[in-house]
Each structure stands twice: as structure tokens, then as C-alpha cells.
């Protein structure tokens, strides 16, 4: 329906969930991701095939997959795969031809992941373009990046040390992570301990604060370097009160998108406008 409502404009994301949310439903751990694949299978069936239709599947039946609307783009919306780096879910994006955007991860990290889903891709016959690497950026822009700072840091200080805490318990509950995945994290478990430093935030992931040129330079340098013409902008953070948020995307959709669009080719930008 928002498809057909907004001619095309529409965008999927399919994360598999945090590890949190499995202490509070009914679904088990260990075979999410068997239930992920199988929901998105349904998913691309009803959007695609003659219907109606059924599905049978191992998790979820479906005697009469009928829905309508159906999709204003053919042969379905663009997708993604949303996730923090697990080698399952690049591989399901790949395998599926999604894009994949990683988020809550380093730079280094970001890179490493996008190289790597362009290689599965390839062996499954998939090529992934520019635009289905969506690069999340915690945003804000000010009339100066002293301001800037002044105005955001706080907040970002709030989501990194308030809204993003969790214990290793609640965050992978058994069966979550593969064995090989959870002994990385666990590696790195001693890593995340320490202050907030801004400085090294800023260093370590795609952080954009400062004025609109500053901003725009920024996301140029990283798109280039990602392989990317497709930002996911974060620009209301932590416990930003209302005022700064306005000004915030008040600023990003006068000084920053507009310069950003003008550099990206036209095929790429038709369906925004």
C-alpha cells in the first residue's frame, strides 16, 4: 500500500533483531534465522507470484497469499538486509541479491563487509551497485563545527553510553551467534570497555558534525571510499530535544541533500524525486 501510495518510493529493510528481543517473544533463538529466511521467502511470493497462492514451509503455512495492493514497483521494492556484521547475514543478502547495510560497526569494519558482500554476491550471479550500500552517519549540522559540537556531543555521548548499553547476556542469548561469531565478540568484549571520548567515536565511525561543508566533504569521502551513493542519515540522537532536531534536518534538507543529489547521477536519484 505505501508502495502504490507513494509511486515507487518505497525502501525494505529486514533486520533479523537484536538479541534483546528474543527474552520477551515466543521465538527461539537458535532457529531465527532459519524463521528470517522463511518470512522474507513468503514475503517476495506475495509481492511476486500470480496469486493466489500457499506456502507451505517448515515454520509458517499459508493456505490462500493473496494480498493486494500489489507492489507500484516491479518486480517488488528495493530490499536490504540490515545487521552488525554476522558472516550469516551477508551471506543471505548476497545469496538473495539485497543490499546490506551494516550499522553500529566501525569504519574498517563497514568496509570489510560491503568488499565481502560484493564477493558472495558475485559467486551467486549478483552484482551490488552503489546505491544498494546504504551508509548510516550520525549527522548534525550547525552555523560552526565548534557549535556543531557544542550542540551534539552530549547527545551522542547519551546514545553511545545509555541507549546502546546492554550486558553480553541479554545482547546474545544461546543459540543467537554462531560458536565462530560469538568467540570474535567475545575477543573483542575487553575493547568496549572505557569513557566516552568523543575524539575517538568521531575517529572510529561515520560521525559527521560541523557546518554544511564540512558535512558534505565528509559524506564524499566516505561514499567514495564505501563504494556508495546511498546515506542512511541519523540526525536526531540520544535525547536531542526537539529544537535541535528541526534545526538539525532543517539544515541538512536546505545545505546538505541538495548538494549531495546534484553530485549523484540522475538514474540513481528518479525515484527520491
Known sequence: MLDV????????????????????????????????RESIDIILQAWTADG?????GDF??????????RPYQKPHPPCYIVGTGSPETVELAAK?????????????????????LRRSAAEHGHAITPEQLPLQVITYVAESKEKAEEEAVPHIQFFFEDALRTTPT?????????VAE?????????????????DNVNESF???????????????EWGERMDTNHFNILGAVGDMPHWKVVKNLTLLAEDVI????????????????
Open 170 to 178: 541479554f545482547l546474545a542469548p544461546p543459540g543467537y551467534l554462531s
Open 60 to 69: 509458517y503455512t499459508y493456505r490462500y497469499l493473496n494480498p493486494w495492493p
Open 96 to 116: 538473495l541479491g539485497f543490499g546490506y547495510s551494516a550499522v553500529f560497526v566501525s569504519k574498517q569494519r563497514a568496509l570489510e563487509l560491503n568488499k565481502q
Open 258 to 273: 541538495p548538494r549531495m543529489r546534484a553530485r549523484t547521477p540522475a538514474q540513481h536519484r528518479a525515484a527520491a524525486e
Open 182 to 198: 560469538l568467540k570474535k565478540r567475545a575477543a573483542l568484549a575487553d575493547k568496549l570497555h572505557g569513557g566516552f571520548n568523543f
Open 52 to 56: 493466489p497462492t500457499t506456502y507451505y
Open 5 to 36: 501510495l507513494s509511486q515507487g518510493r518505497l525502501e525494505i529493510a529486514f533486520p533479523l533483531g537484536t538479541g534483546m528481543e528474543y527474552w520477551s517473544n515466543s521465538v527461539n533463538p537458535s532457529n531465527a534465522r532459519q524463521r528470517h
Open 206 to 220: 561515520f560521525v559527521a558534525v560541523g557546518t554544511a561543508d564540512q558535512v558534505v566533504e565528509q559524506l564524499e
